[in-house]
């Protein structure tokens, strides 16, 4: 062949050198490495190089150049593949079994089944297959509620918490524990009143659940009295005790305990005793309720503060319908986390990540766990109250942590409260207490006084005068924001709660008039061991509704992702380490809660005012199943990309040919 042939063919790119390759790579989308990996061997070799990836991850997912790879991650190309791969943003499956707003999502330990909640008045539990079936339903309209709205299985997956709303007039805070025995087909097994009924309720271990109720005082001044209470509660003895009381805070400004979680400690040492509630005014003027307001249809779950005779300005059913909700931007700020949290995540060791899987329902190589108790190992729990061996502690007996929010400013929850429950033998016989013949006594004794004068009534609005009747909270951290959520890491190490802000420097005259709310969610993270705030996200996620009809929007985390509702019509994906939001995940209508299964994180349900149930799984998963991912609805994903018309199936297969086994 002639010399002027050879040189009419161009300079032979296979013979660049691998880092002028690679410079030209980084000009190229992800969706063209599957073609330019075909070119040659040299071409493949550098579509394999590692800086590519990470230069690929930081751009595509928007991540901060100063944080590193996530703690035992082997490549920068297998977290690529794990964060398209793994993430459930496939929808499977739409259910529009209940015929009302679907306000809470909830899984079993295992990962088998998952129970829903609803104004309907029902609660339904599905089976996690594909698709999903009804496996048990009650409506609790029969036993005076007006709506299911929170559940939670036990450790051993055998009972089964549902918190409801009592019927009642509009300004009532009414609630109710019903416990459902899973092995019994969904007998009811126990009812326990709870009030105010947004403390919802949780399991303390696997055979007592924790509940609440409110008694007023004074002006403004409460008390809030949690109990423990046996989920069985047939005794063939009236002397056996099925109820015990754990403590009794002081609340004022109209606030009170609300939102109640339990968490296993993780140190032995209890952080320092927070000072006495400040002495905030409480002379402030109630605004009356308009006469004659008829009950309405309102968005989510709102807080219960309706007895104090605060005006509220609802949403009518035809308002409702006709409302139109902003949608969120598609850009959403990362969780910038502190240097003591990176630390901490750098320092874990192995032994404790793979733990951490585990308490998450699986074994380190991925495959199922056999069912755990509520500490995440194995073991019989009744009568042993927090004594289960964890292998992060430093003693064999560990307590736990009541997590609540509360308030001291207004009615409004902006304040964490935080209460170490110390290891404590379960009474199990009823203290009788004083005879009737000394009730008597007693009440004679105090009418003579009072006849006298000499009968002195406790000081309600005096803190200090009355401090000896109240347990103190150990710790409290001011959010100064509506607190709307909260969920705990499977490690119980770390807790994330969602907020809306406060107005900057805002000052509270009036303790029922809150300080007007931003139209977006503040995501905190707090560290349980040292009761600190080490992460925090501002503004990611939407919410429009104003202080007065603010309601609940559920969280949950896994080991690997963060998920949360909105306002905006759409539920919220984010990488854990990366901090970095990974998927959109639309609905018609407000995203009540979010619920990840234990056992497969990979699958999420999301529940909304549109009255629908939908699952979404990653598409792997989907593949396993046999979807056609050319046909199915996927979430509006966040990374940057730019993919050819014809390449969602040449980048699946590079990725699957790129998996590291």
Same mark, same amino acid.
């Given at each position: 062949?002639?010399?002027?042939?050879?040189?009419?063919?161009?300079?032979?790119?296979?013979?660049?050198?691998?880092?002028?390759?690679?410079?030209?790579?980084?000009?190229?989308?992800?969706?063209?490495?599957?073609?330019?990996?075909?070119?040659?061997?040299?071409?493949?070799?550098?579509?394999?190089? !590692?800086?590519?990836?990470?230069?690929?991850?930081?751009?595509?997912?928007?991540?901060?150049?100063?944080?590193?790879?996530?703690?035992?991650?082997?490549?920068?190309?297998?977290?690529?593949?794990?964060?398209?791969?793994?993430?459930?943003?496939?929808?499977?499956?739409?259910?529009?079994?209940?015929?009302?707003?679907?306000?809470?999502?909830?899984?079993?330990?295992?990962?088998?089944?998952?129970?829903?909640?609803?104004?309907?008045?029902?609660?339904?539990?599905?089976?996690?297959?594909?698709?999903?079936?009804?496996?048990?339903?009650?409506?609790?309209?029969?036993?005076?509620?007006?709506?299911?709205?929170?559940? =939670?299985?036990?450790?051993?997956?055998?009972?089964?918490?549902?918190?409801?709303?009592?019927?009642?007039?509009?300004?009532?805070?009414?609630?109710?524990?019903?416990?459902?025995?899973?092995?019994?087909?969904?007998?009811?097994?126990?009812?326990?009143?709870?009030?105010?009924?947004?403390?919802?309720?949780?399991?303390?271990?696997?055979?007592?659940?924790?509940?609440?109720?409110?008694?007023?005082?004074?002006?403004?001044?409460?008390?809030?009295?949690?109990?423990?209470?046996?989920?069985?509660?047939?005794?063939?003895? !009236?002397?056996?005790?099925?109820?015990?009381?754990?403590?009794?805070?002081?609340?004022?400004?109209?606030?009170?305990?609300?939102?109640?979680?339990?968490?296993?400690?993780?140190?032995?040492?209890?952080?320092?005793?927070?000072?006495?509630?400040?002495?905030?005014?409480?002379?402030?003027?109630?605004?009356?309720?308009?006469?004659?307001?008829?009950?309405?249809? !309102?968005?989510?779950?709102?807080?219960?503060?309706?007895?104090?005779?605060?005006?509220?300005?609802?949403?009518?059913?035809?308002?409702?319908?006709?409302? =139109?909700?902003?949608?969120?931007?598609?850009?959403?700020?990362?969780?910038?986390?502190?240097?003591?949290?990176?630390?901490?995540? !750098?320092?874990?060791?192995?032994?404790?990540?793979?733990?951490?899987?585990?308490?998450?329902?699986?074994?380190?190589?991925?495959?199922? @766990?056999?069912?755990?108790?509520?500490?995440?190992?194995?073991?019989?729990?009744?009568?042993?109250?927090?004594?289960?061996?964890?292998?992060?502690?430093?003693?064999?007996?560990?307590?736990?942590?009541?997590?609540?929010?509360?308030?001291?400013?207004?009615?409004?929850?902006?304040?964490?409260?935080?209460?170490?429950?110390?290891?404590?033998?379960?009474?199990?016989?009823?203290?009788?207490?004083?005879?009737?013949?000394?009730?008597?006594?007693?009440?004679?004794?105090?009418?003579?006084?009072?006849?006298?004068?000499?009968?002195?009534?406790?000081?309600?609005?005096?803190?200090?005068?009355?401090?000896?009747?109240?347990?103190?909270?150990?710790?409290?951290?001011?959010?100064?924001?509506?607190?709307?959520?909260?969920?705990?890491?499977?490690?119980?190490?770390?807790?994330?709660?969602?907020?809306?802000?406060?107005?900057?420097? @805002?000052?509270?005259?009036?303790?029922?008039?809150?300080?007007?709310?931003?139209?977006?969610?503040?995501?905190?993270?707090?560290?349980?061991?040292?009761?600190?705030?080490?992460?925090?996200?501002?503004?990611?996620?939407?919410?429009?509704?104003?202080?007065?009809?603010?309601?609940?929007?559920?969280?949950?985390?896994?080991?690997?992702?963060?998920?949360?509702?909105?306002?905006?019509?759409?539920?919220?994906?984010?990488?854990?380490?990366?901090?970095?939001?990974?998927?959109?995940?639309?609905?018609?209508?407000?995203?009540?809660?979010?619920?990840?299964?234990?056992?497969?994180?990979?699958?999420?349900?999301?529940?909304?005012?549109?009255?629908?149930?939908?699952?979404?799984?990653?598409?792997?998963?989907?593949?396993?199943?046999?979807?056609?991912?050319?046909?199915?609805?996927?979430?509006?994903?966040?990374?940057?990309? @730019?993919?050819?018309?014809?390449?969602?199936?040449?980048?699946?297969?590079?990725?699957?040919?790129?998996?590291?086994?």
């Amino acid at each position: 062949m002639p010399k002027v042939f050879r040189r009419a063919r161009g300079p032979n790119w296979s013979l660049l050198p691998d880092s002028i390759l690679l410079h030209i790579f980084t000009f190229l989308d992800y969706s063209d490495i599957p073609y330019v990996a075909r070119v040659c061997k040299s071409w493949m070799q550098v579509s394999y190089d !590692e800086f590519l990836w990470r230069h690929y991850f930081y751009k595509d997912f928007q991540v901060d150049s100063s944080v590193p790879i996530m703690p035992g991650a082997i490549s920068w190309r297998a977290e690529y593949e794990r964060l398209v791969e793994e993430t459930p943003v496939v929808l499977m499956q739409e259910i529009s079994e209940h015929n009302h707003q679907v306000l809470h999502v909830s899984f079993s330990h295992k990962g088998d089944v998952f129970a829903t909640s609803s104004k309907d008045g029902y609660i339904i539990v599905w089976t996690s297959t594909h698709p999903a079936e009804v496996k048990y339903y009650r409506d609790m309209k029969l036993h005076s509620w007006k709506y299911t709205q929170f559940s =939670q299985f036990n450790s051993s997956d055998t009972l089964l918490l549902v918190s409801g709303v009592h019927f009642g007039n509009y300004n009532s805070t009414s609630g109710e524990i019903a416990v459902f025995n899973l092995e019994k087909d969904f007998q009811l097994q126990c009812r326990v009143l709870n009030k105010p009924y947004d403390i919802f309720g949780t399991w303390y271990n696997d055979q007592y659940l924790i509940s609440g109720d409110l008694h007023w005082l004074a002006h403004l001044v409460s008390a809030s009295v949690i109990w423990l209470n046996k989920a069985y509660q047939e005794n063939s003895s !009236e002397h056996h005790a099925i109820i015990s009381r754990l403590y009794k805070f002081y609340n004022r400004n109209a606030s009170s305990v609300r939102t109640i979680l339990v968490a296993n400690c993780l140190t032995q040492d209890s952080p320092k005793a927070s000072s006495a509630p400040s002495q905030e005014s409480n002379g402030a003027n109630t605004r009356e309720a308009p006469e004659g307001q008829k009950e309405v249809v !309102e968005r989510g779950n709102p807080p219960s503060h309706r007895d104090l005779g605060i005006h509220q300005v609802s949403v009518t059913e035809d308002q409702n319908v006709k409302q =139109q909700l902003p949608v969120n931007p598609v850009h959403t700020n990362p969780i910038t986390y502190t240097k003591d949290y990176r630390e901490a995540e !750098e320092s874990l060791p192995d032994s404790a990540m793979d733990l951490e899987k585990e308490l998450e329902g699986m074994d380190v190589d991925g495959a199922p @766990c056999k069912a755990r108790n509520d500490t995440g190992f194995d073991g019989d729990e009744e009568g042993s109250e927090g004594n289960a061996t964890f292998a992060m502690s430093l003693a064999d007996d560990r307590d736990k942590y009541l997590i609540f929010t509360t308030g001291s400013k207004t009615y409004s929850p902006h304040q964490i409260g935080f209460k170490r429950i110390k290891t404590f033998t379960i009474p199990t016989v009823l203290d009788a207490g004083p005879g009737l013949r000394e009730r008597i006594q007693q009440q004679n004794q105090e009418r003579e006084l009072r006849n006298l004068g000499l009968f002195q009534e406790p000081n309600w609005l005096d803190y200090d005068s009355v401090a000896d009747r109240f347990d103190e909270i150990d710790h409290l951290i001011d959010l100064n924001g509506h607190i709307i959520g909260m969920g705990l890491s499977p490690d119980h190490r770390y807790l994330y709660v969602n907020s809306r802000p406060w107005q900057a420097n @805002c000052v509270i005259d009036n303790p029922l008039s809150p300080p007007r709310i931003a139209e977006g969610i503040d995501l905190h993270v707090i560290d349980l061991t040292t009761l600190t705030e080490v992460g925090t996200m501002l503004r990611a996620h939407k919410a429009y509704t104003p202080n007065d009809e603010c309601f609940f929007i559920f969280l949950d985390v896994s080991h690997q992702f963060v998920a949360s509702g909105a306002e905006d019509r759409h539920g919220y994906i984010w990488e854990r380490h990366y901090g970095v939001c990974l998927a959109r995940l639309p609905h018609k209508d407000v995203v009540n809660a979010v619920a990840f299964n234990p056992r497969d994180p990979e699958m999420l349900v999301t529940v909304s005012d549109d009255h629908k149930i939908k699952v979404w799984r990653s598409r792997r998963k989907a593949r396993n199943l046999n979807i056609d991912l050319s046909d199915a609805e996927i979430a509006k994903e966040l990374r940057l990309k @730019c993919v050819r018309a014809d390449s969602s199936v040449e980048c699946s297969e590079y990725m699957n040919h790129l998996h590291i086994g």
